[in-house]
């Protein structure tokens, strides 16, 4: 067992708060896990990521030690507002005001003692500029029997970036944490990171809105169908599979055998079509519009003597990646090539790869 912790002399009033902490302590720790739950739960539901949301309990010699301090200026335990704590800490920015709308709208918030510490403009402070509510749970949306003071306890939330959490951390460590005075040029140095992080921490939000402002705009202009303006990439690619541009093609390739569609994720096709040196969704969906006839004679042929009754979704995209490759002078390598893309490289890609050109080379597209 560790060593007792030595509690410092507290005056009578002090005392009296301190016997009323140990009373309410398992209320003090069931906000702590209700409110951290909630908290988890909604932004879940509400689909914001968020880097970690903490809490703690005051300890008793934590407290003691704030008693000692300015235990006068409580007039009891219900005085003290952060007893329990939590802490919330998001990836951008822009995500601190969603927390604080999402608290406001789950608590009754102590505006008089809340602090919005961003509104602070010392240039080494950029760690500490976290916003602090002031919260208590309304009996309207939550009681328990056992914790009646739950209603009635204040408790503080603390948000702030991943970054302004880092630094706070950091500049605890190394500065306020140690007692001793740091030279002038340390300072300085740390009063510059911290503006560069403060910099970081804006742009990333930045970058959050400008990509977010490019999927709008791609999706308008797939829904448009200005596909030849909409450049291929990852963002690009899922909205152009989002209006379900193969669709046709694989029902056509099903009826031969009256098969049913199995769905899959044909995102894997994007690097395949980077490979074959399309740069613009209008590349892919004029390949579609060219080559269907010709995957649709691959399919035939693949199937047709067969008793398939399930067939991947991702049969008509492959069977126009082959038609395009073999009409274009790829040959076994480029059959390879595909093959090794969409399913990691290996031995087996090279003989099918060699079939499928043996068992297309006299199809009627081939000779078109």
Not at 104 to 133: P, T, V
Not at 228 to 237: C, E, H, P, R, T
Not at 282 to 296: F, L, T
Request: contains cysteine.
């Amino acid at each position: 067992m560790g060593a007792k912790t030595t509690l410092p002399t507290l005056d009578f009033h002090s005392q009296e708060i301190m016997q009323q902490y140990h009373q309410l302590l398992p209320a003090y720790e069931k906000i702590a896990s209700h409110v951290s739950g909630q908290l988890k739960n909604f932004f879940d539901e509400a689909g914001i990521i968020l880097a970690a949301i903490e809490h703690r309990v005051k300890t008793e010699s934590s407290l003691a030690g704030k008693l000692l301090k300015k235990g006068g200026k409580y007039k009891d335990i219900y005085d003290i507002t952060d007893i329990t704590g939590l802490r919330v800490i998001t990836f951008y920015i822009d995500d601190v005001d969603k927390v604080a709308s999402a608290l406001e709208r789950l608590y009754e918030i102590d505006w008089e003692n809340s602090i919005d510490k961003r509104k602070a403009h010392e240039i080494d402070s950029f760690g500490y500029l976290s916003l602090h509510y002031i919260c208590r749970i309304p009996e309207s949306a939550y009681s328990d029997p056992k914790y009646p003071e739950i209603n009635k306890i204040r408790f503080e939330v603390q948000m702030r970036t991943v970054l302004q959490h880092a630094w706070a951390n950091m500049n605890h460590d190394t500065g306020y944490k140690s007692g001793v005075e740091i030279p002038k040029a340390y300072l300085r140095n740390m009063s510059r990171i911290a503006g560069m992080l403060e910099l970081i921490d804006d742009e990333f939000s930045r970058i959050r809105r400008e990509l977010s402002d490019y999927r709008r705009r791609v999706q308008k202009l797939v829904a448009s169908g200005n596909l030849s303006d909409v450049q291929l990439d990852g963002d690009s690619f899922k909205s152009y599979l989002s209006i379900k541009p193969f669709e046709p093609l694989t029902k056509r390739i099903a009826s031969i055998n009256q098969a049913e569609i199995q769905e899959v994720d044909l995102s894997k096709f994007l690097p395949v079509f980077k490979t074959l040196g399309f740069n613009t969704l209008g590349d892919i969906d004029a390949m579609v519009k060219a080559y269907s006839d010709a995957a649709y004679q691959i399919a035939c042929f693949q199937i047709g003597l067969t008793d398939l009754d399930i067939l991947s979704s991702s049969v008509a995209p492959q069977d126009l990646c082959t038609a395009y490759i073999l009409k274009n002078g790829g040959g076994i390598m480029g059959l390879k090539q595909m093959l090794d893309t969409l399913n990691g490289p290996s031995e087996v890609n090279d003989a099918m790869a060699e079939f499928l050109m043996e068992q297309s080379k006299d199809l009627p597209f081939m000779n078109q």
